[in-house]
């Protein structure tokens, strides 16, 4: 696989945000924290902005298409003078006619005047859209383009800037504008932030981000499922491992999934949280029910609950050694949207309101 | 048989008195250049936080019930652990006091014995197979720290003794790569309690990196040569075993890398005294660990959603080939194996892989990169900094004797630096 590849990939850029932004060593990191060094921490990971009333109903009024409920990747705080960072990954750059302009307006607005309202101690924020280093220059204009549309309808949109991901020789280099450079009063434009890149190895670090997406490569489709369906198995070990016999564990792919994001799941938007619960739903509970329910009574799943019960010390080694093996096989390729124990209350109340860009 | 314990014990100083008895025995044995009676020793064992099913920690009468027969309180902090013994003459089994578990916090507990090493040390294991008990892992760096900061400055004329070892176990046949668990019990009574050769010619030995080195000379020798040696051949890098001379006349306390401490001088009360020194030493080491891989996480917590955890970084001195890579990937997640991790790894390249697993010992879950220069480790905030150890140590006993290692921004060298740093209280 060409590294340049990777660098559109969405998953893959987040991630990769997530690791500048974690503390390592000044040498040998695993990548360049440059975030952590510049003092910048995590607030948010894929957090929905929500604009004060006034400015949420005079979205609502304009006649500009704008997203009242945009969801940065991340963002980023510095305590020592309330500076943050609002980043948004893009695998392409896009036109301001594009269906993606009204997200971006919305991001606009998010990192204006709103920001330190919403997010207080903050007092500034800057947009930063990363993309591929070649298409810096095409989204650079068209966010000026926004820019100046919001700003022709009164409104009060934020200070922006491009960032871009480039493979020069084994090396990933992370590069910015002069806007950022000076919001962050720093003498560099670019730095190497991954070294080491071969074709023969995927150069991602480790997951930190929970998606149900397809990788960006076709020979690695289900990495990011199948990173997810690890870590859920993972929880679901350490979980029984300690479960005593006669008493029922039951958890449903919500209580499963918050378990194992520690919360994180919580904050995703609906329809990556409805995909994500179908994915484990469809592809680790009803995988566990179809293997078992001809040899434990105790093992069952209902209205999208997975029931486990041991009587006998025997039940729960058997069931403990099959989820333990690692020749147990558990598809992690996407689930169809529809699987037959998806209840209506499980998903498509939610499935009914779901807003999502 | 051997008897492990006073008769008609009133207090705790009962014991304290019987073990001073089998300590000045022990002592003159040694001096005599043979033991006649195994020595007392401790182990220093981590109770981990596993909640039971109402929210609440186990009280370490809790876990024990669950070990052994018998146990009786002493006092508040002191209890008799009483177990099923086997004659090694007879091969009867009797039910017996076997040592006795002194609770130094709701984290630590030191559990004394005078049985011999190698029935103690099965014992100590099979305890700690439990997830609520784990030895204390007392790291090469960890141990080298102890000897920078405290042992080197014992005096140059006592005699100090560094036990080096490791153990390239993945650097063999595909067919037999598990360690040589009998060598490993018997490693500590060879050098702890008989100057008896064990040689057995008729062993398979298969060829692969085994270095074992023992050094004993006096303090300052030792300090004019280690680095230079270490310098020259990584292997002693790999320190697994340190004597702690006694401040109080001749003999001393060895410390080996799974908490161990076996007593070499004719004192208990100094005996006990060197556990609490080494336990405080862990304690905070611990709590340095835990800030540097979860820093700030409590009072920040609401505001920040972000991914907690800071990442343990380690990188090998020289690389794996491929094929040891692979023989590790293939083995370091089986059941029998030093490193109790679970997962099932995903091949990125040919030799790099992520694992999204669990830690088998403590069944708490563990992210792991592996590649042929290193390891990098995600442990999710609440678990525990034990592992961080573990890993450490097993990474410098079994793959790569020197390594370099980092616990976010902070050089594990510098978080265990901490050991040079609580004060002596004798």
């Known amino acids: 696989m060409k590294p340049e590849t990777l660098l559109k990939d969405p998953v893959f850029q987040l991630n990769l945000l997530l690791w500048m932004a974690m503390e390592q060593p000044d040498k040998d990191y695993r990548v360049r924290p440059l975030f952590y060094r510049w003092g910048f921490r995590l607030m948010y990971i894929e957090q929905p902005f929500s604009f004060p009333p006034p400015l949420a109903a005079a979205i609502k009024d304009s006649e500009l298409k704008i997203h009242s409920n945009p969801e940065p990747e991340m963002i980023l705080g510095r305590d020592k003078d309330q500076k943050a960072l609002y980043f948004e990954a893009k695998g392409d750059s896009f036109s301001s006619g594009s269906s993606n302009a009204s997200q971006a307006c919305g991001h606009l607005l998010a990192v204006g005047p709103a920001f330190s309202e919403v997010l207080k101690p903050r007092e500034q924020c800057l947009l930063c859209y990363v993309l591929p280093a070649e298409k810096r220059d095409k989204m650079a204009e068209c966010l000026s383009e926004l820019t100046a549309t919001l700003i022709e309808e009164k409104m009060k949109p934020g200070p922006h800037s491009i960032h871009g991901l480039a493979v020069r020789g084994t090396d990933i280099v992370y590069s910015w504008d002069q806007c950022f450079q000076s919001y962050l009063d720093i003498p560099e434009l670019e730095s190497v932030v991954l070294s080491d890149v071969t074709e023969d190895t995927n150069p991602s670090p480790l997951i930190l981000v929970f998606s149900d997406e397809d990788h960006h490569d076709p020979t690695m489709k289900d990495y990011y499922r199948e990173v997810v369906i690890n870590q859920i198995r993972a929880t679901l070990l350490c979980e029984l491992k300690n479960h005593p016999l006669s008493e029922t564990y039951f958890t449903t792919p919500e209580d499963i999934l918050m378990k194992t994001t520690h919360g994180r799941f919580g904050y995703l938007g609906h329809k990556r949280q409805i995909a994500m619960r179908r994915l484990v739903l469809s592809n680790v509970f009803k995988r566990i029910e179809d293997h078992w329910k001809d040899k434990q009574q105790g093992i069952s799943l209902d209205a999208g609950k997975l029931y486990i019960k041991w009587v006998l010390s025997g039940e729960r080694d058997a069931f403990l050694d099959w989820l333990e093996d690692r020749r147990t096989k558990f598809e992690a390729s996407k689930p169809l949207a529809e699987t037959p124990d998806a209840t209506p209350d499980m998903f498509d109340s939610i499935d009914a309101q779901t807003q999502e860009d | ?426």
């Open chain 2, 1 to 426: 048989m051997q008897t492990l314990s006073p008769p008609h014990i009133q207090d705790r100083f009962d014991v304290y008195r019987f073990y001073n008895g089998l300590s000045v025995e022990g002592k003159e044995g040694l001096d005599k250049r043979r033991t006649r009676i195994p020595l007392v020793k401790s182990f220093l064992l981590e109770h981990i936080d596993n909640k039971r099913n109402d929210g609440r920690q186990k009280t370490p009468e809790e876990i024990f019930r669950t070990l052994v027969p018998e146990i009786r309180r002493i006092d508040d902090t002191f209890t008799e652990i009483r177990d099923d013994v086997k004659d090694t003459e007879s091969k009867t089994i009797s039910r017996q006091t076997t040592g006795f578990l002194e609770v130094l916090d709701n984290r630590f507990f030191a559990y004394y014995t005078c049985e011999a090493s190698i029935p103690a040390k099965r014992r100590v294991g099979r305890w700690v197979q439990s997830p609520d008990l784990d030895h204390t892992w007392f790291s090469s760096p960890l141990l080298q720290a102890l000897w920078n900061g405290d042992v080197s400055k014992r005096g140059d004329d006592r005699f100090g003794k560094l036990i080096f070892s490791h153990e390239s176990i993945f650097d063999m046949p595909d067919d037999s790569a598990t360690n040589d668990s009998e060598d490993e019990d018997s490693e500590e009574t060879n050098t702890e309690e008989s100057d008896e050769e064990n040689h057995n010619e008729e062993k398979v030995e298969f060829e692969r990196r085994k270095a074992r080195f023992e050094m004993k000379d006096r303090v300052g020798k030792i300090k004019q040569s280690l680095q230079t040696l270490q310098e020259n051949y990584a292997p002693l890098y790999a320190l697994y075993g340190l004597r702690l001379p006694s401040f109080s006349g001749r003999g001393g306390h060895d410390l080996w890398q799974n908490g161990q401490i076996t007593n070499r001088t004719d004192c208990f009360e100094a005996h006990r005294n060197t556990v609490n020194y080494l336990y405080k030493i862990y304690k905070a080491i611990l709590d340095n660990t835990e800030e540097a891989a979860w820093p700030g996480t409590q009072s920040k917590q609401a505001f920040h959603m972000g991914t907690r955890g800071a990442p343990l970084i380690m990188k090998f001195d020289e690389p794996l080939s491929e094929a040891i890579f692979n023989r590790w990937v293939q083995r370091a997640f089986q059941k029998k194996n030093p490193f109790k991790l679970w997962g099932v790894p995903i091949s990125l390249g040919r030799t790099k892989v992520h694992v999204y697993g669990a830690d088998r010992h403590l069944w708490q879950p563990i992210n792991l990169e592996i590649t042929a220069s290193g390891m990098v480790a995600i442990l999710p905030q609440g678990t525990c900094g034990n592992t961080i150890h573990r890993l450490v140590a097993n990474v410098q006993h079994y793959v790569s004797p020197k390594i370099e290692a980092w616990v976010g921004g902070t050089p594990y060298t510098e978080i265990v630096k901490q050991a040079s740093e609580v004060p002596y209280e004798a």
